[in-house]
T-cell receptor, first 116, second 114 residues
Framework: NAGVTQTPKFQVLKTGQSMTLQCAQD?????MYWYRQDPGMGLRLIYY???????DKGEVPNGYNVSRLNKREFSLRLESAAPSQTSVYFC???????????????FGNGTRLTVT | AQSVTQPDIHITVSEGASLELRCNYS??????LFWYVQSPGQGLQLLLK??????LVQGIKGFEAEFKRSQSSFNLRKPSVHWSDAAEYFC????????????FGTGTQLKVEL
């Protein structure tokens, strides 16, 4: 079972460069999420997609854009990377509210991004 | 706004000793509570969850947690820790009102001494 797959695993960018983080899930989940993890700050929600065709801002959306390409895929784009975006990025998926008792999030293994 | 506090940043226990990791939450309605574990270089894995009913919930790997509404707490426990339990543990809160958007604590790093 692949679960949630993120690519790439590692990336180094220079300030101002752009890139897209890819995420795909094979569990037929409706909801998908992007979190960033920083030391001492836990995980913070960047954007989420409750269902195919919808996206909403989370706690820290500035500097990011997302695309819910289809039910399986949810990408995160950095248009102009900044050193403050150095972080580990996690994609997750779950059933939406009202389905399966608010089912838990299933996480990918993360993308470690460094912006110099 | 919902929030989670994990007051212990680091905890060290001896193998075979008991463990309790603290979690306090703030949520304006009935919360859904979760504990996740993260091994180095990995994503987060669900240990256990509380939605309703019995306030003592059992999870994987011998972990359990108790929901105490009066104390707004959801502490994680294990009677006897194994060296393989060394990892970072995250408590999270969410609910229907939050649209399944979980709020995570800052994590507790567990070290196990042999």
């Amino acid at each position: 079972n692949a679960g949630v797959t993120q690519t790439p695993k590692f990336q180094v960018l220079k300030t101002g460069q752009s890139m897209t983080l890819q995420c795909a899930q094979d569990m037929n989940h409706n909801s998908m999420y992007w979190y960033r993890q920083d030391p001492g700050m836990g995980l913070r929600l960047i954007y989420y997609s409750a269902s195919e065709g919808t996206t909403d801002k989370g706690e820290v959306p500035n500097g990011y854009n997302v695309s819910r390409l289809n039910k399986r895929e949810f990408s995160l784009r950095l248009e102009s990377a900044a050193p403050s975006q150095t972080s580990v990025y996690f994609c997750a998926s779950s059933e939406p509210p009202g389905g399966q008792e608010n089912s838990p999030l299933h996480f990918g293994n993360g993308t470690r991004l460094t912006v110099t | 706004a919902q929030s989670v506090t994990q007051p212990d940043i680091h905890i060290t226990v001896s193998e075979g000793a008991s463990l309790e990791l603290r979690c306090n939450y703030s949520y304006g309605a009935t919360p859904y509570l979760f504990w996740y574990v993260q091994s180095p270089g990995q994503g987060l894995q669900l240990l256990l969850k509380y939605f309703s009913g019995d306030t003592l919930v059992q999870g994987i790997k011998g972990f359990e947690a108790e929901f105490k509404r009066s104390q707004s707490s959801f502490n994680l426990r294990k009677p006897s820790v194994h060296w393989s339990d060394a990892a970072e543990y995250f408590c999270a809160v969410g609910g229907l009102r939050g649209g399944n958007k979980l709020t995570f604590g800052t994590g507790t790093q567990l070290k196990v001494e042999l």
